[in-house]
């Protein structure tokens, strides 16, 4: 048998990419002001920003594309949708919306009661951690004591504090805490995995207070390949019966359709036996996202989503998209290049932090890292770092994250191995001269999710 798993597909299609001058690649990473979010994409060689909707759809869901009832109310693709989504999660009500963070603006802002309220997570992504702030919360992050010692061999790096947890709810008081959010998997501690275990621990933390669950969910599927190969007790089931007994854990979904329902644009509100809280968010979808049969997409996008979630799934296409991970983690680690370790589900986490000792936190050492991987090779990464953690929105300090990491993010069923074996060349090449590379200052910072159209420039010495 291979070490690594072959992919359960094979190519129809394929789409150019081209590898610009070096030279020419400093002139466009300078005309975007140092931040690899404001480079074109024609310009990118192999692009590991995001796999937020950068996936290749399969034949089904092309086929299915064709079927969509583009009807504004009552579409027969909404309720193809709607089908399979309960029959995945168990949950009595959904409403599509257009991507996750739209998601989060609908449901989020209808926990907090009271000024001043807090939500409790494994990590807050960001923008879940943004949509809390704007709600008039504030987030506080519970990872476990495991997660960010990245060489340290645990299975479950994206795990609770169990016991901070309760420490918490009880500090703040039960009638402060709008909601906990179990990320699955955890994103920013380095696409990690949370054991079921821990999942079913939080659930009974949360009914002992009478605190809301909610999922952010939007790599559940990856998650739950996690917990079937690392959790002794869960090697005989099912990944859709780990998925179920997931979602048993919890009272609201939330989802970024556009990773684990492997489409370009979707999301989803999923509520458990909560009727009140149901309507409150379609009354919020209306003006936000659109009707809540449509929920701001396409007939044609809800056909292919309703298929993508099915397949995401899939056994087969589960342990490819895991190994594909693991392959440039290893390669990479091969290299001495510092990563999170074990890999996670959706990208390879390099830490910056102790790769460039030399530069400060608030100078950004993973995004300085980031600029530097793009000129040697035209690969565009992403900071999840301080820069990306933001500002105190109380001192408006810089805040310091736990980790400066570059996540080098996979999309799904898009690249080859033969593309990962370029990464880790290119990559080497960085880390050979990483003592010289210099950390950056700010041109121009936007008060909310800065990182996403910053301007920076080099710190001169």
């Known amino acids: 048998m291979p070490r690594y798993a072959l992919p359960p597909y094979k190519i129809k299609m394929v789409e150019e990419i081209r590898l610009i001058s070096k030279e020419l690649r400093q002139k466009r990473l300078e005309e975007a002001g140092y931040n690899p979010f404001r480079l074109r994409s024609e310009d990118v060689y192999i692009d590991l920003l995001t796999d937020s909707g950068t996936g290749a759809m399969s034949d089904r869901q092309w086929g299915a594309l064709m079927q969509g009832d583009e009807s504004y109310a009552g579409s027969r693709s ?44 494994n990590t807050h992504f960001d923008t879940t951690r943004a949509h809390v702030e704007l709600s008039g919360a504030r987030a506080i992050d519970i990872p476990a004591k495991e997660t960010y010692d990245a060489s340290a061999v645990f299975p479950f790096k994206g795990n609770f504090d169990l016991e901070k947890l309760e420490k918490q709810i009880l500090e703040h008081g039960i009638e402060r805490i709008a909601g906990i959010i179990m990320t699955i998997t955890n994103n920013s501690a380095g696409g990690q995995p949370v054991s079921l275990a821990n999942i079913k621990a939080v ?58 329902g492997l489409v370009n644009i979707g999301g989803i509100i999923a509520i458990k036996n909560d009727f009140a809280l149901f309507q409150a968010c379609q009354t919020r979808v209306v003006p936000y996202e659109g009707f809540p049969t449509y929920g701001g997409l396409a007939g044609r996008d809800m056909e292919a989503l309703a298929v993508g979630l099915e397949e995401a799934l899939d056994p087969a296409y589960l342990r490819y998209r895991i190994d594909e991970v693991r392959y440039l983690g290893d390669l990479l680690q091969a290299a001495g290049i510092p990563i999170q370790f074990p890999t996670g589900g959706h990208a390879v986490f390099v830490d910056c932090g102790q790769m460039c000792p030399h530069i400060p936190f608030d100078q950004f050492p993973a995004h300085s890292v980031a600029c530097e991987l793009y000129i040697e090779g035209g690969i565009r990464g992403v900071e999840i770092g301080s820069l990306l953690l933001g500002r105190d929105p109380d001192t408006l300090e810089n805040m310091k994250a736990p980790k400066e990491y570059l996540r080098l993010t996979i999309p799904r069923r898009t690249y080859t191995f033969e593309h990962w074996n370029y990464v880790a060349e290119v990559f080497k090449n960085v880390f050979e001269r990483r003592e010289s590379i210099k950390g950056l200052e700010f041109v121009y910072e936007s008060p909310v999710l800065r990182h996403f159209t910053a301007l920076m420039k080099p710190i001169q010495a």
């Open 78 to 121: 909404f309720y193809k949708l709607e089908e399979v989504v309960k029959r995945i999660t168990g949950y009595d009500y959904f409403i599509p919306v257009h991507q996750g963070r739209g998601a989060e603006q609908v449901v989020l802002p209808l926990l907090v009661k009271q000024p001043n309220m807090i939500f409790l997570s």
């Open 203 to 260: 659930r009974e933390i949360s009914l002992r207070y009478g605190i809301k669950t909610i999922i952010d969910g939007a790599r559940y599927a990856e998650n739950a390949y996690f917990i079937q190969q690392r959790e002794e007790s869960c090697k005989h089931m099912s990944i859709k019966e780990i998925a179920k007994e997931v979602f048993h854990c919890a009272d609201i979904f939330l989802m970024s359709a556009k990773k684990d």
